[in-house]
């Protein structure tokens, strides 16, 4: 009768996930702000409030992402890649290849039936390239970030942009803006551009139905329509696209510690402590 | 005679004019949104400050970016020829010229006057000036006077991002920290040494070298390239007036192909309304 939590916490935001014996029972979101440490408190406190449970019932904590070294507790440390993937084989059985798009990076990964990770590409050296630049025009043209998809999906002649560097993207923006293109068409010339790269990333690993999107980008469904129509796929959202990490952090961890238990148990009866 | 030549770049505009034997007077103007009227601005000025009026000027030469919007220009020329003529007046043995603009930067490779090899990028913003733009705003600190600051550092923080938005990141970071400005500021601009550095060397880096463009009033960069290239580096008095340098000495050669009537018709016909040239209202 495990509790275990998993965690996952990264430049824009920080997760958590309560789960026993492979259910999921709760689950925390809080924006990371720069102060992971009150983000992690946060999230532990919204997680564990839904359940009445207290830290001191918590067995094992899992965690993956930039901010985990802040955590105040013990715990075992996972690669982002493997939370991903575990998590939403968890929410969806199905996946074969998995889109994430997060705050400082954009993964695609190749999922096995298992759930295992067989292939994997990560951006995460150019901002243009992940959810960060969809901040930074959130920012110029003062709308919410929540709210981009929506109003994407209104544009009648999206924005072409000519730079694929996200700080003269935005110079190109505040000029767009400054000529009278609506925020409508800018945003979605913003998702045209993203998309691209996506799709280029794509292309070198070969798109596997079923192909589920996950991360704060999956948030977004005016990102997600641009990205089926070029990438030529229907793209699963599961229901909380944000906490598959955690999950699979949950999960992970889960295994390892009955993984070290049966080492122990076979130590004890053979006395071999190979 | 007189010549002059102008080079209008994305952020900054320069103007020089010269006689056959030195540079009479420079000015440089930042480009702003409305580059086509600040030629003849520019111009004016820079006249002014000769006592000279348009008439005395033999021949003129546009480069730079905005080099298409100079209807008074006899002539418009490239960037890259441009810069390596004003270094190679300036410094004969300079085989590679790095230029470092606001918005691009450059590696021009030379022998003899010639162009060997050229690289430019225009496409990250972390290889150029904007970079140090971006950091200097969210440090609160003058552009002109992060070279400075980052010399005092002592302990150079090591910024891992390529990108300008992520060392952005790590700034703040940084700073919250408690890291000193100075020892960020160090890192920041090895940082942007490195990006520079792994475009240049495509083209491989040989003495002498020099580096021009807003970049090189930076004496933090500067040291930082050096540190980066391994021998020091020629650092032009004005290294923003290279290029139009380059073009005024264009210009005076352009006088010894072309005869005298050509020249004073050449003279009479210049269209100095930037405004009817284009045929429209002024966008300002």
Known sequence: MSFIVGLD????????VIMQDGTLLSSGISPSEGNFLSAINSVLQEALGKTKLAMSDIDLIGACGLGASFIPHSFHKISEILCQSRGTSYLLPTVRTLIEIGNQSSRIIKITRQGKVADSLVSDKCAAGSGRILQIVAKVLKVDLKDMGQLSLKSTQPVKFTTGCAVFLETEAISRVAEGASKENIIAGLHQALTARIAAMAHRMGLEEDCVITGGGAENSGLVKIMEEKLGKTLLVPDNPLITGAI????????????????????????CHC | MFYAGLDIGSTITKVVIKNERKICTTVIKPTGAEHRRLANEIMEEALSKLNLSTANISYIVATGYGRINVPFADKQVTEITCHMRGINWLFPNVKTIIDIGGQDSKGIKVDNGKLVNFVMNDKCAAGTGRFLEVISDVLGVKLEDIGEISLQSTQPTNISSICTVFAEQETLL???????????????????????????KKIKVEKDVAITGGGAKNIGLCRALEERIGFPVIVPPEPLITGALGAALIASEETKKIGEKELTEKQLNRRWEAVTFFDEKPTK
């Open chain 1, 248 to 271: 699979g952090a949950a999960l992970i961890v889960t295994e390892k510690k009955v993984n070290l238990k049966k080492e122990e148990n076979h130590a004890i009866e053979t006395g």
């Open chain 1, 9 to 16: 916490i990264g430049s824009a935001l920080s997760k958590a």
């Open chain 2, 174 to 200: 940084q700073l919250s920290k408690g890291t000193s400005v100075e020892d960020i500021l160090a890192g920041i601009h090895k940082a942007n040494a490195s990006r520079i550095y792994s475009m240049v």
